[in-house]
């Protein structure tokens, strides 16, 4: 079981940017693969990004691509989400998640064995 705790949540004006952290402890962080998912008020929490294990495959959602970018540190047991150009349709409570490998769907949120308490984002116009 991997602990996990983001960070970094706040308000924001719309073009700005944000970073997001996800610190996790338990079982070894290297071996599981990341995801950031979102939930804003009223709709189903959706699929932002992932990344492997190894951090060799980076998936985003089509709303992020090249907008919000994922990296992790293994050092420092960290995920982080890079979030520019931000919309007020990027509004939503973000989570971070853990998955242990194998990871056959990384956009599906029960591939996923553990789950932070989010951070929020508020995007103003």
């Known amino acids: 079981q991997v602990q996990l705790v983001e960070s970094g949540g706040g308000l924001v004006q719309a073009g700005g940017s944000l970073r997001l952290s996800c610190a996790a402890s338990?079982?070894?962080?290297?071996?599981?693969?990341m995801g950031w998912f979102r939930q804003a008020p009223e709709k189903e929490r959706e699929f932002v990004t992932a990344?492997?294990?190894?951090?060799?495959?980076?998936y985003y959602a089509d709303s992020v691509n090249g907008r919000f970018f994922i990296s992790r540190d293994d050092a420092e047991n960290t995920v982080y989400l890079q979030k520019n150009s931000l919309h007020p349709k990027d509004t939503a409570l973000y989570y971070c998640a853990a998955a242990p490998v194998p990871v056959r769907v990384y956009m599906n949120p029960p591939s996923y064995s553990d789950w932070g308490q989010g951070t929020k984002i508020n995007v103003s116009s």
């Open positions: 338990g079982r070894t962080f290297s071996s599981y693969s």
């Open positions: 990344i492997s294990w190894s951090g060799s495959s980076i």
